[in-house]
Nanobody, 123 residues
Framework: QVQLVDSGGGLVQAGGSLRLSCAAS????????MGWFRQAPGKEREFVAA????????LYADSVKGRFTISRDNAKNTGYLQMSSLKPEDTAVYYC????????????????WGQGTQVTVSS
């Protein structure tokens, strides 16, 4: 069974940090690009960051560039999103996702999704 399990969300004060994790199973992890998306209440799901494999090229939304870092550990079948300098507007449910497409910034390219983890940033 192909599965992504994301975790690591929580409540943090503005300026703080969190690290999200995305554990994959049932797939050849290194065959997939991995992405993170987020959805705030009343808003559409939006792209946050993605990382290709092979190569490890990364892509970030402008809103998180310089504050968030995406990474992956293929040996552990796990991806990460390190979030720093968090702002209240970063509050959302964060989802990890996997794709074999070369288009990694569009949610429609992704066929495998985690269940989501809530991140709440207080002011």
């Amino acid at each position: 069974q192909v599965q992504l399990v994301d975790s690591g969300g929580g409540l943090v004060q503005a300026g703080g940090s969190l690290r999200l994790s995305c554990a994959a199973s049932g797939l050849t992890y290194s065959n997939y690009a991995m992405g993170w998306f987020r959805q705030a209440p009343g808003k559409e799901r939006e792209f946050v960051a993605a990382i290709r494999w092979p190569g490890g090229n990364t892509l970030y939304a402008d809103s998180v560039k310089g504050r968030f870092t995406i990474s992956r550990d293929n040996a552990k079948n796990t991806g990460y999103l390190q979030m720093s300098s968090l702002k209240p507007e970063d509050t959302a449910v964060y989802y990890c996702a996997g794709t074999s497409s070369v288009v990694i910034h569009l949610a429609g390219s992704y066929r495998i999704w985690g269940q989501g983890t809530q991140v709440t940033v207080s002011s």
